[in-house]
């Protein structure tokens, strides 16, 4: 194989998640198209292995990126919402050494890696590397601000107790951190966080790992984050590369044709220009019947043409019935196609990172329901920084639901091709697609950051004994 006699070898380890692993395999369908000697191994479970061949993404792949696997060391990706404390825990302590043996492996059996493309949030993903003197590089899958935020979980100010007062969860976070870029997080976005020990345990492992690396690529793009970009540089002693927008639209979700041969794409070309509101939650996140619900009724009474994809056909058929016929509902599409057909104007989204982008890379306004971790962030980014969206958390009642007049009330509000701020936020939306795209294209900024990467690559100037501090 042509991999086998490239003279540069890099290993990729993806956090096994969907939000982790389409990132990083657009990430290394770059590298290789950025330096045709480079070979990329991607590191996965063997059901990963099935869930990515069976979706038609393997076929797809470079011929010099491939795939190579470790046992099912961690619970299965169907139903790990049921206990996702207890997921992160295993991904924590059993998945470091499969990979261990595998790295050992592939430097018998190929070449030793020259470098390992590691998620940020495996915990042992530093040490791995380190231990073999392969330079780590951590790819960070969530905004900049984001990082810039748990980079300084040791400095959040108490959000419960004698100290938790309402007027102490609206303060902004840059009013503990030296960085004008968080000023839209408020101290209430992370709040939620206290609850989640594991979860914060293994983010402080994480970010304390991470200034070991020998630099980090990020999925953003800088035009979209100069700030948090330029305060990541400041802080950690490794070079950071922008990358994104790090999105499927150089990565097959599926059979991307398939939208093709739908009859809800019928449905969406006899919809008018921007009359179209596109929902959906992404494939993760879980929210109680009830919110969805209000979300159905909130729709209906809004009387907007909206386009949401449910991800099974039982409550693909509840929404449809309490959602009635101004819309359609469906268990999968092409998300990213979807939100760039003509017809949609607008996108209720849950506000993952992925989701967010995608939504900048076709120039979508935003209604944002951010669930937890990095989405209150981003529905922050979104409504607060870049204004390009509403954020309906604002609208919670004391049971954490959003009703369904409020939520009828924004559709109507951000749907509203007459109103002024509709009319603003479709002119930013604009202005960051245009950048998204610009940013990715031969002389863009992370077109010039990747291929800076790949030159230090190249060069040794990410080897370990260069950047060990």
Not at 104 to 109: I, P, T
Not at 123 to 145: D, E, F, K, Q
Not at 359 to 370: E, I, K, N, S
Not at 395 to 412: F, H, K, L, N, Y
Request: net charge neutral.
């Amino acid at each position: 194989m042509a991999t086998a006699a490239a003279p540069l070898h890099v290993v990729a380890v993806p956090f096994p998640g969907r939000g982790h692993i389409n990132p990083m395999l657009v990430v290394c369908r770059q590298l290789a198209a950025a330096d045709t000697a480079l070979a990329v191994t991607v590191v996965v479970t063997e059901e990963w292995q099935g869930l990515l061949t069976a979706a038609g993404v393997v076929a797809t792949l470079p011929e010099r990126v491939r795939l190579a696997t470790i046992p099912n060391v961690i619970p299965s990706e169907h139903g790990r919402g049921s206990d996702h404390s207890g997921f992160i825990e295993a991904v924590s302590a059993k998945m470091g050494e499969p990979v261990g043996r595998l790295l050992d492996r592939l430097a018998l059996e190929r070449r030793r890696p020259d470098a390992v493309v590691v998620d940020t949030y495996l915990t042992w993903g530093v040490a791995a590397g380190a231990a073999r003197g392969i330079p780590v590089c951590s790819l960070w899958t969530m905004p900049a601000a984001f990082f810039l935020a748990c980079y300084h979980m040791d400095r959040w100010p108490p959000v419960d107790g004698p100290e938790g007062e309402e007027g102490q969860s609206c303060k902004s976070l840059n009013q503990y951190f030296p960085f004008p870029t968080l000023s839209v997080v408020k101290c209430s976005d992370i709040k939620i966080f206290r609850s989640l020990v594991v979860p914060i345990k293994r983010a402080a492992q994480v970010f304390s790992n991470v200034r070991k690396a020998q630099c980090v690529l990020c999925t953003s793009f800088y035009e979209l984050e100069p700030g948090s970009v330029n305060g990541i540089s400041s802080l950690l002693p490794c070079p950071i590369y922008t990358v994104g927008p790090s999105i499927p639209h150089m990565l097959l979700e599926g059979n991307s044709d398939k939208i093709e041969h739908e009859k809800y794409y019928e449905w969406l070309d006899a919809q008018q220009k921007n009359s179209v509101l596109y929902v959906s939650f992404g494939s993760y996140v879980s929210m109680p019947s009830s919110q969805l619900e209000e979300f159905a009724m909130g729709l209906r009474d809004s009387a907007v043409r909206f386009f949401w994809v449910a991800r099974d056909k039982a409550t693909t058929t509840m929404l449809q019935q309490i959602s009635g016929d101004k819309g359609l509902v469906v268990p999968w599409c092409g998300q990213l196609k979807v939100l760039s057909h003509p017809s949609v104007g607008g996108f209720l989204s849950h506000c993952g990172w992925n989701s967010t982008l995608e939504a900048v890379f076709a120039g979508v306004p935003v209604l944002a329901f951010p669930v937890g971790w990095d989405q209150l962030v981003n529905a922050r980014l979104v409504a607060d920084e870049w204004k390009i969206g509403i954020n309906l958390r604002e609208q919670r009642r004391e049971d954490g639901i959003v009703s369904r007049a409020p939520i009828s009330a924004a559709v109507t509000k951000l749907m509203d091709l007459g109103d002024g701020d509709s009319l603003e936020m479709r002119r930013r939306a604009e202005e960051l697609r245009e950048a998204s795209h610009s940013a990715i294209q031969e002389g863009g900024s992370s077109w010039r950051s990747l291929n800076s990467f790949v030159k230090d690559l190249v060069g040794g100037k990410l080897n370990v004994t260069e950047t060990s501090h």
